[in-house]
Nanobody
Framework: QVQLVESGGGLVQAGGSLRLSCAAS????????MGWFRQAPGKEREFVAA????????YYADSVKGRFTISRDNAKNTVYLQMDSLKPEDTAVYYC?????????????????WGQGTQVTVSS
């Protein structure tokens, strides 16, 4: 079992920045890929970014490419999401998730451990 705890959400004005953190504990050696997803009210959960635990290859949704950066610190078992140039449409609850799959996937159903979520609100 892997346990995930997110932090770093909050309220920010459009154009501002936030950095989310996700600390993993438990069977962290079983992590191959970590992802960030988000869910806005009345909408389905959507993929934001993912990173390979080994090697650090990254993948982004088109909507955040060039504005968000995913990174990880293996020694701290922590993954980060740096969010710059935030827009009101980025407002959502952000979740980190783990998958044992080696290849990066955007399919939320293939992630089997999830954090509790952290709220990000971007005001216009």
């Amino acid at each position: 079992q892997v346990q995930l705890v997110e932090s770093g959400g909050g309220l920010v004005q459009a154009g501002g920045s936030l950095r989310l953190s996700c600390a993993a504990s438990g069977r962290t050696f079983s992590i191959n890929t970590m992802g960030w997803f988000r869910q806005a009210p009345g909408k389905e959960r959507e993929f934001v970014a993912a990173i390979r635990w080994s090697g650090g290859s990254t993948y982004y949704a088109d909507s955040v490419k060039g504005r968000f950066t995913i990174s990880r610190d293996n020694a701290k078992n922590t993954v980060y999401l740096q969010m710059d140039s935030l827009k009101p449409e980025d407002t959502a609850v952000y979740y980190c998730a783990r998958t044992g799959r080696v290849l990066v996937t955007t399919n939320a159903n293939l992630y089997d451990a999830w954090g509790q979520g952290t709220q990000v609100t971007v005001s216009s």
